[in-house]
């Protein structure tokens, strides 16, 4: 199947420090995608700079780098106002991911990787309430459920805790 066609929009990140932005490759930082008015696409609300906790003694079975097993990072969420917004975060070794709002207090964290032959954002496209992959054509839901193949599984999703006193959310890898 070809690549899936994307009506979203582009508009440039909000400013960030120049701290931030040294932790941001040029890629990220160049562009955040929104999508059109009227369209029931996933709102990006922007680039989040996550905080690194370090190592910590926690493993994870769903993680597919093992650089970043066992690391957290921490997310500012209060920008998602509504349910299925979302917004860009890494890992610790820079593979992009998805922090996606499901409902009040609950999120949930998605690896940017396919799961049929590895290809990364942003060959996944972020259109309508999907994940596509414009390689060879496998979609996935905004909270990474494999919708059309040839991908067979989920996109890799993390254990992502919500705290309502930070607006933060603490993702284990
Ligand atoms: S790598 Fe994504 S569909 Fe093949």
């Known amino acids: 199947m070809g690549g899936v066609v994307c009506h979203n ?9 120049m701290k931030e932005e ?3 490759s040029n890629s990220r930082r160049d562009f955040l995608r929104v999508f059109g008015a009227g369209l029931a696409g996933i709102t990006i609300v922007g680039f989040a700079a996550p905080m ?3 190592c910590s003694s926690g493993t994870s079975a769903d993680t597919t780098d093992s650089a970043d097993a066992g690391k957290t990072i921490t997310v500012d969420v209060s920008s998602l106002a509504a349910d299925d917004m979302a917004i860009h975060a890494a890992t610790p070794s820079k593979k992009e991911i998805l922090v996606v709002r499901k409902s009040a207090g ?4 998605v690896l940017l990787v396919c799961k049929h032959m590895g290809c990364t954002y942003p060959s996944i496209d972020l259109s309508g309430q999907k994940i596509a992959c414009s390689c060879h054509g496998s979609q996935y839901s905004i909270f990474g459920h494999v919708t ?3 991908a067979t599984t989920d996109l890799t999703t993390f254990t992502t805790t919500f705290d309502s006193a930070s607006n933060k959310v603490t993702v284990k890898f």
């Open 52 to 54: 690194f906790e370090g």
């Open 9 to 17: 929009t582009y508009i440039y990140a909000q400013p960030m420090s």
């Open 148 to 150: 059309q193949g040839p």
């Open 106 to 109: 609950v999120f949930v964290s």
């Open 22 to 24: 040294d932790t941001v």
